[in-house]
């Protein structure tokens, strides 16, 4: 069963940005965005990476940015690195009048930064809250009351630069608590990368001028890297050195259980070359020629099982997880995102277009909420560790440029009737068709 959420409460808002008119949500452990083309969910979810993973421009930005003659930190330095990444995740022309982002980072602290553009032209403007203004002032003064606490009157430069990192560790941990350590975006055709035979840089590829595309690259190429000498197996089994990995082993077993399901056998990279051991019989099928289902899913499952293996806390974002594959097939990616979803510390924001994908999460948030009373039954029915805490869980329709919540408070499930209009629409024509019939 899923424990209660661990990371602090966040909040986004959004206004006339692209294709958002207005959108405000809380950020649940496990959030699926569903909606038409267009619609403006991978909008919303990039926002929320964006921001999510700004820890790292804090922690790269600041270094570079601080006055190097007085070591303060430069808060018009770390604004030009926001900008220059807000360039390189969207097209200026999403920068409309009036836009209007705020991230809030700890809800209850009040602690956020605001994104504003006025008129039709790329011009933002970035606002950080008095709050975190006031950390950055009191780091600074703290910074030079240690080194000289510390340095006993003497300016020592390898002291004051350790002094230096430590604080600013420190405010990274107070301005992003009990925050992820790592960030992962997966977007939708992904297929492409598995077409090609060797591994990518993305450093040389000048058309790559997509922030989020270039870090899956770095990601992609990172996993390939991982999963080169041994099976996944393999690593698997080295999970045995203590008792507190056999829960993450177990885990790791399950999820290994479905890519090879999914895969019908299981990655390997062989002679520079990503493929597919078949299970029936062991025979290498380079991924570049296998089928579109198993180009789309085989990086998603790649990264799920590194996670549960290594144990980061991780925020990811997954667009359309369920391309091309067959229902079943679907219903156990799934079951994999949300053996993922429910480790401890992790965070997950999908897209869809599909609601059939809704289907199963909507059993296993069923399969939460009985089995509080009846736990022995449902666990005979459904792994306790794929059930869904409604605490932990939203789902929401995109369309018109806003968004709607598609959870029943009160069976704390999804409702779906709603979202089955092309079903509705179908079994409206036929019924005409058939009374045409008669």
Known sequence: MTSPREIAMQRIEIENFGPIKNVAFDIKDYTVFIGPQASGKSTIARA???????????????????????????????????KEKLKACWPPTFFCDKTRITFHFDVEKSEHIRIENNGKVFAPAVHLCSSVLHKIVHLNEEYEEQVKLRA????????????????????????????NHEYNFIPAGRSIFSSVRNELDPNTYPTINDFLIWFFIRSANRLRRLFSENSVQSMIDTLDFDEKSIPRKAKAMKIKALCDKILHGEYRYVKGED?????????????????????????????ILYVVMTRPRTFSVIEEPEAHLFPESQKQMMHALTLYANWPGNQLILTTHSPYILTPLNNLLLAHKIGRDKREAVEKVVDPDLWINPERFECYYVDGGTIRSVMDRQTGMMDLDDLDAVSGTLNEQYDLLAELED
């Open 48 to 82: 929320v990476y964006f921001f999510k993973s700004l820890q790292d421009e804090l922690l790269s930005g600041f270094f570079s940015c601080r006055d190097e003659s007085e070591r303060k930190f430069d808060v018009d330095g770390l604004i030009k690195e926001i």
């Open 152 to 179: 006993n009157g003497e300016d020592n430069p390898a002291l004051r630069e350790a002094v230096f990192n430590w604080n600013f560790n420190a405010l990274v941990v107070g301005f992003f608590p009990q925050n």
């Open 275 to 303: 493929c597919i051991e078949i299970s029936d019989t062991k025979e290498h099928v380079p991924v570049s020629v296998s089928s579109s289902g198993q180009q789309e899913s085989i990086w998603i499952l790649l990264y």
